[in-house]
């Protein structure tokens, strides 16, 4: 399945709780991604990193936060501040700017 | 900021017959240009790529052209069949730039009509 795993793939939360999600990869990839889709819509790009200890808000970064203190590891919390966080999350990993690989996906259920 | 413009948001075809998907960017060092296919509740997956070196590229049943001077280019599937129904997504970004990020157009959904 590519190298790339995010656990679980289904997750549900009350309302006000933080939640982390996981993303793992063994491709030796330095660039790692995280996109939030909603149904029937695009790719919405929150958080990047292109290198360890180091990351960047991308279009929708309000309500998230992120890590990246491992090459291969890439989790992104989603925080009570996201007013809408139920959603289709995907994790990607990339040599930098060339093709991406995405994971399984995390089906995030808030109520 | 960098932006892809995708055409059209839904496509249906016949079997058999061709589809077309077109796609526009503003940043005019985009070097690398992915077309990705997700199905249902799946992830997404590269189906063909093109770099601004070349103008065109086939695999089998879908091709891609690129052209440089109108920032724009397109996906071809040709005797499309059932199992081609599914979203597509365009992409452009700097290539091998350290602070590169793809950016995706908004998606396609083809159809397939038996």
């Known amino acids: 399945d590519g190298g790339i795993t995010q656990s679980p793939k289904y997750l549900f939360r009350k309302e006000g709780q933080n939640v982390t999600l996981s993303c793992e990869q063994n491709l030796n990839h330095d660039a790692m991604y995280w996109y939030r889709q909603d149904p029937g819509q695009g790719l919405r790009l929150i958080y990047y990193?292109?290198?360890?200890?180091?990351?960047q808000k991308g279009d929708i970064a309000e309500g998230y936060s992120v890590s990246r203190e491992k090459k291969e590891s890439f989790p992104l919390t989603v925080t009570s501040a996201q007013k809408n966080p139920t959603a289709f999350y995907l994790c990607?990993?990339?040599?930098?700017?060339?093709?991406?690989?995405f994971g399984p996906g995390t089906r995030l259920t808030v109520t | 900021g960098e932006n892809v413009e995708q055409h059209p948001s839904t496509l249906s075809v016949q079997e058999g017959d061709s589809a077309v998907i077109k796609c526009t960017y503003s940043?005019?060092?985009?070097?690398?240009f992915p077309w990705y296919k997700q199905e249902l509740g799946k992830r997404p997956q590269l189906i063909i790529d093109i770099r601004s070196n070349v103008g065109e590229k086939k695999d089998q049943r879908i091709a891609v052209t690129l052209n440089k001077t109108a920032k724009h280019f397109s996906l071809h599937i040709t005797e499309t069949q059932p199992e081609d129904s599914a979203v597509y997504f365009c992409a452009a970004s700097l290539g091998y730039s350290s602070a590169s990020k793809i950016i995706f157009g908004s998606g396609t959904r083809l159809s397939i009509r038996p």
């Open positions: 990607a990993s990339s040599i930098a700017g060339d093709e991406q690989y």
């Open positions: 990193s292109q290198i360890v200890n180091d990351f």
């Open positions: 940043d005019s060092a985009s070097n690398y």
